[in-house]
């Protein structure tokens, strides 16, 4: 990171990011050509930080998955337009994460409820997690372990 008093390195802060973003941006980069789709998420962090999606069975990032499985992860939150006299001076604050990882789909019935509770309970659902077999049977679970990850903010 090139402007290291931006760096975020207290993991609360870090979870918090986690929390409270809504969406997470998954890069895909197949011969050279980069393609970015913009997901809904879930997360669980002991001692690695694991991100779960949810899609259709076919589409254009599980045919670059097949190609390449390192991807590159981003979200962003508290965003605040900073206004100033001079045009060069404008700004924006923020708080973001940004990391690798393998993404891989989920094959185990089990891990792949396991991954869609890890969703609802990021978007705030209490109830009772039940989940349809067809809707299972036509839902991807995609599992990115992050391999690193950096925050930043600016304030």
């Known amino acids: 990171m090139r402007k290291k008093d931006r760096e975020i390195k207290d993991t609360k802060e870090l979870e918090e990011i986690l929390q409270k973003a809504d969406v997470c941006r ?7 050509i980069p393609y970015i789709v913009t997901m809904n ?3 669980v962090w002991k001692d690695r930080l694991t991100l779960y999606f949810h899609c259709a069975k076919e589409g254009k990032k599980l045919e670059l ?3 390449n499985s ?3 992860f981003e979200m962003d939150i508290d965003h605040q337009l900073v206004e100033a006299a001079n045009a060069c001076d404008w ?3 923020y708080r973001s994460i940004v990391g690798l990882g393998l993404l891989e789909k989920v094959e185990e019935e089990t891990e792949k409820k396991k991954g869609l509770d890890f969703i609802m309970d990021h978007y ?3 109830g009772k997690k039940e989940y349809d077999e067809k809707v299972l049977n036509t839902t991807e679970i995609l599992k990115l372990t992050v391999t690193e990850f950096t925050g930043k903010k600016k304030s």
């Open 26 to 32: 998954i890069a895909f980069a197949v011969d050279g």
């Open 41 to 43: 998420f879930g997360h």
């Open 65 to 67: 998955l097949k190609r």
């Open 70 to 72: 390192t991807v590159c």
């Open 91 to 93: 700004g924006m604050k």
């Open 124 to 126: 705030g659902f209490n």
